[in-house]
């Protein structure tokens, strides 16, 4: 049972220490993040409707290929689609559609990375800084490593108490090249309007 | 309108302070929705409104890589098919891009630079929408001399 009452306490800062704590380190201790697929025509195809992005080197093989690339390249800004997880379920895991609330939502693959500090309800990101040192091209499977916190900022603002926090992670691609360092800062937090119930941060 | 990839800009032809042609992105639930699908991130913030205003915004909004992908099309639609992009950010989310507005994304050319054999651009972007910053950052580009 996740407890919010920190962020009731007039020491609610004092809460995120072990995470203060943490910086340096990689949060993940050494553990890989595997994107759920390889990067596919058909999940580029998806990632550029909403945008109406037509630049052809994201869709056609021939185009790509006469700008010097191996193939039909991924938007570059779609990185985070390439390295997402598995939205909340996997073969093999146990059931998690378990409550037929409307708003009830399953746990998210991602929230389940591992972060000291107190238990949130909340978050979103707020900053991000991407450098691309290659494509990443249909094919290619993704993975992120060391995600190594930079800082952390307790903080209370509009919408709740809690931290903002930076962590810088390498992408690499299936042949262990790097394709990207990125930087991103997050702010997790309880909302004041959810206060007192229990929900999974899903910033 | 589509954009013409037959056309490819220059380094050399590119100006400082230059301004590239602005783009405007509705977002409705709808759309919204569609990128959550496409981008993988469902959470429920980007879509769906009652947990949006429970956790403190007046509704769903685009997320950072929505963010992203808008800049890139409009960079990506300067630079044409031989521009290559190096860097994205740093990308600060400053308000909530929301569903039910405009996002307007304009950029222009902060800086040019030479590196070794490749010719580099700093583009400074920012999106509004309802006359409010939600996002501010730059992109890093090379063009073909």
Same mark, same amino acid.
């Given at each position: 049972m996740a407890d919010y009452t920190w962020a009731d306490r007039d020491d609610w800062q004092a809460a995120w220490q072990p995470l203060i704590d943490a910086i340096g380190?990689? $949060?993940?201790?050494?553990?890989?993040v595997v994107g759920a697929d390889e990067i596919e025509l058909s999940a580029i195809r998806r990632y550029l409707e909403p945008l109406e992005f037509d630049c052809p080197l994201h869709y056609d093989d021939a185009v790509? &290929?006469?700008?010097?690339? *191996?193939?039909?390249?991924?938007?570059? +800004?779609? $990185?985070a689609t390439w390295t997402t997880q598995a939205i909340s379920w996997l073969p093999g895991d146990p059931p998690v559609y378990v409550s037929d609330g409307r708003n009830d939502y399953p746990p998210l693959r991602s929230a389940r990375l591992k972060r000291p500090?107190?238990?949130?309800?909340?978050?979103?990101?707020?900053?991000?800084e991407c450098e691309f040192?290659? *494509?990443?091209?249909?094919?290619? &499977? $993704?993975r992120l490593e060391g995600r190594r916190l930079l800082s952390v900022l307790p903080k209370e603002t +509009?919408?709740? &108490?809690?931290a903002f926090y930076t962590v810088e992670v390498t992408v690499l691609n299936q042949h262990d090249a790097v394709v990207a360092t990125q930087t991103s800062t997050s702010y997790s937090y309880v909302a004041r309007a959810r206060h007192g119930k229990d929900s999974k941060d899903a910033g | 309108m589509p954009a013409d990839w037959s056309q490819q800009r220059h380094w050399a032809e590119i100006e400082v302070g230059q301004q590239i042609p602005s783009l405007d992105f509705p977002l409705t639930i709808h759309r919204l929705v569609v990128h959550a699908g496409a981008n993988l991130d469902f959470a429920p913030m980007h879509h769906n409104p009652e947990v949006a205003r429970a956790h403190g915004a007046p509704d769903v909004y685009a997320n950072n890589v929505f963010v992203q992908g808008m800049w890139?099309? %409009?960079? =990506?639609?300067?630079?044409?098919? %031989?521009?290559?992009?190096?860097?994205?950010?740093?990308? =600060?989310m400053t308000s909530f891009a929301l569903a039910g507005t405009t996002a307007r994304v304009t950029g222009q050319v902060a800086r040019k630079w030479r590196r070794d054999a490749e010719h580099f651009v700093e583009f400074t972007m920012e999106s509004t929408a309802a006359d409010v910053v939600t996002a501010r950052g730059a992109i890093v580009a090379t063009l073909p001399a």
């Amino acid at each position: 049972m996740a407890d919010y009452t920190w962020a009731d306490r007039d020491d609610w800062q004092a809460a995120w220490q072990p995470l203060i704590d943490a910086i340096g380190t990689d $949060l993940d201790e050494g553990a890989e993040v595997v994107g759920a697929d390889e990067i596919e025509l058909s999940a580029i195809r998806r990632y550029l409707e909403p945008l109406e992005f037509d630049c052809p080197l994201h869709y056609d093989d021939a185009v790509a &290929r006469a700008h010097g690339y *191996p193939g039909v390249i991924a938007p570059y +800004s779609g $990185l985070a689609t390439w390295t997402t997880q598995a939205i909340s379920w996997l073969p093999g895991d146990p059931p998690v559609y378990v409550s037929d609330g409307r708003n009830d939502y399953p746990p998210l693959r991602s929230a389940r990375l591992k972060r000291p500090g107190p238990d949130t309800n909340a978050g979103f990101a707020t900053d991000v800084e991407c450098e691309f040192h290659r *494509p990443f091209v249909v094919g290619d &499977r $993704l993975r992120l490593e060391g995600r190594r916190l930079l800082s952390v900022l307790p903080k209370e603002t +509009s919408v709740g &108490r809690g931290a903002f926090y930076t962590v810088e992670v390498t992408v690499l691609n299936q042949h262990d090249a790097v394709v990207a360092t990125q930087t991103s800062t997050s702010y997790s937090y309880v909302a004041r309007a959810r206060h007192g119930k229990d929900s999974k941060d899903a910033g | 309108m589509p954009a013409d990839w037959s056309q490819q800009r220059h380094w050399a032809e590119i100006e400082v302070g230059q301004q590239i042609p602005s783009l405007d992105f509705p977002l409705t639930i709808h759309r919204l929705v569609v990128h959550a699908g496409a981008n993988l991130d469902f959470a429920p913030m980007h879509h769906n409104p009652e947990v949006a205003r429970a956790h403190g915004a007046p509704d769903v909004y685009a997320n950072n890589v929505f963010v992203q992908g808008m800049w890139e099309r %409009a960079v =990506r639609e300067f630079i044409g098919l %031989a521009g290559v992009i190096k860097k994205i950010g740093p990308l =600060r989310m400053t308000s909530f891009a929301l569903a039910g507005t405009t996002a307007r994304v304009t950029g222009q050319v902060a800086r040019k630079w030479r590196r070794d054999a490749e010719h580099f651009v700093e583009f400074t972007m920012e999106s509004t929408a309802a006359d409010v910053v939600t996002a501010r950052g730059a992109i890093v580009a090379t063009l073909p001399a």
